[in-house]
């Protein structure tokens, strides 16, 4: 991961003295311990089972770790003997019958590891809890400039994307199997983390129904756009917010909005001790209200647009051709896009719009065509329902499968309330 290295942490001074909402605001049950030591006790007996069924088949194995996720849990083996890797990989029905478990996964070779793992389902799904991931030091990581937490993986791990590296990304599931869960978990992480002077937002939800939990948002740059000609004109604007922006970078020869926030720091900083401030930054409009001359920082900005088939539909070759021009030079500046929606066909997640979206998310699709257009493979058709994911990013290799964090209406709800009493 390259990163900048001015992107550091810049004060925030009397200027900016907005208070993030406290972690108290959701919801958290512990799982009560009698419930914890239970389980614990069926993934001992779960694994004498398999070394049993492992011997029965004169295969020897040392039994490794075992790592408990929300959907399934992981049982790693060590062979005394490697040409024995072939038995195991044939063996699948033999342990679904002595497990009694449906869903059987054999991983063959776990990486970094001289091991494999059985992958059983849990008798009982254990819900993801957004509080908890973001006190997890994968989201506090000083190195993530966006950090957002998405859920778990199939062991249990925390899984943060940073939306600074996904560039742009394309969320596609079926109806209600868990694209508007990954939205909600994306923008209260950035809620989590940023000001509304650090942090735009731009959402557009042509339904006008699932965004309107968040139209009182301090943070929102506009009223949220709920028509196609308003989408449009929101484009046409990011477009040009985009060609400002390289000019700003370019006046004082910098190369990204950490780079330009740490000078306009700076910029405050001298201005302030010398009673004055004259820059080529003053070419911008937008200045600080005690220091003329010095500008206000960058914010990035991430759009959200919901149901990105309502777009394609309705302005097809206007939105492909702003969306695919945002690809190409937005992130640069610190401009993001998120889209989402419930028809992941070819008619909709065209060529185009793959290229324009490089890190995507598929959640439950209908069927196998689905998921090679949102994955370029098949796998999310096999999916279970709600808020099980495959993330598919550029810059890896392979894909994280995760559980989403669940985050109720309330609880949205007492969070941006707390935000817009500012």
Do not use: W
């Not at 029965?56 to 992981?74: L, S, Y």
């Not at 996964?105 to 494999?116: D, E, R, T």
């Not at 139209?215 to 000609?229: C, E, G």
Request: proline share 5%.
């Amino acid at each position: 991961m390259i990163i900048d290295a001015c992107e550091v942490e810049i004060p925030r001074g009397k200027h900016n003295e907005f208070q993030l909402p406290p972690l108290e605001l959701i919801n958290y049950e512990p799982i009560p311990e009698d419930v914890r030591a239970a389980r614990a006790a069926e993934t001992q007996r779960l694994r004498a089972v398999l070394v049993d069924t492992f011997a029965a088949f004169h295969v020897e194995v040392t039994p490794g770790r075992i790592k408990c996720g929300p959907d399934v849990t992981r049982y790693e083996f060590t062979l005394s003997d490697e040409k024995n890797m072939r038995i195991v990989t044939q063996l699948k029905t033999e342990i679904m019958a002595a497990t009694q478990n449906p869903c059987v996964n054999i991983v063959a070779s776990i990486p970094g590891k001289v091991s494999f793992g059985i992958e059983l389902a849990n008798s009982e799904r254990e819900d993801v809890n957004l509080r908890e991931l973001l006190l997890s030091p994968n989201f506090t990581d000083p190195l993530l400039r966006l950090p957002v937490a998405l859920g778990r993986d199939v062991v249990g791990e925390p899984v943060i994307g940073d939306i600074a590296e996904m560039r742009h990304l394309l969320i596609g599931s079926a109806i209600g199997m868990g694209k508007s869960v990954c939205v909600n978990n994306i923008l209260l992480s950035l809620l989590y983390k940023f000001s509304p002077t650090e942090l735009e937002l731009i959402l557009i939800d042509l339904k006008n129904v699932e965004m309107n939990v968040y139209r009182k948002l301090p943070h929102l740059a506009a009223p949220i756009v709920t028509s196609t000609s308003n989408a449009i004109t929101r484009l046409k604007a990011l477009v040009q917010e985009v060609e400002r922006r390289f000019s700003l970078f370019e006046c004082e020869g910098v190369t990204s909005v950490g780079e330009y926030n740490r000078r306009v720091y700076e910029l405050s900083q001298t201005a302030r001790a010398n009673g004055g401030a004259a820059s080529l930054l003053a070419r911008d409009r937008r200045q600080m209200n005690d220091l003329p001359g010095v500008p206000c920082r960058l914010p990035h900005i991430i759009v959200v647009i919901n149901e990105l088939a309502d777009l394609m539909l309705q302005a097809k070759d206007e939105a492909e051709s702003l969306l695919s021009s945002l690809a190409m030079k937005a992130s640069a500046v610190g401009i993001h896009l998120v889209a989402t929606t419930q028809m992941p066909q070819k008619m909709v997640v065209t060529e185009t719009i793959k290229r324009a979206f490089p890190s995507r998310i598929a959640l439950k699709v209908t069927d196998k065509q689905e998921s090679r257009v949102m994955l370029d493979d098949e796998g999310a058709e096999t999916l279970m329902e709600h808020g099980d994911g495959l993330l598919r990013m550029e810059i890896e290799n392979g894909m994280t499968r995760f559980r989403a964090a669940i985050v109720s209406y309330e609880e949205i709800s007492r969070i941006v309330k707390f935000c817009s009493r500012q």
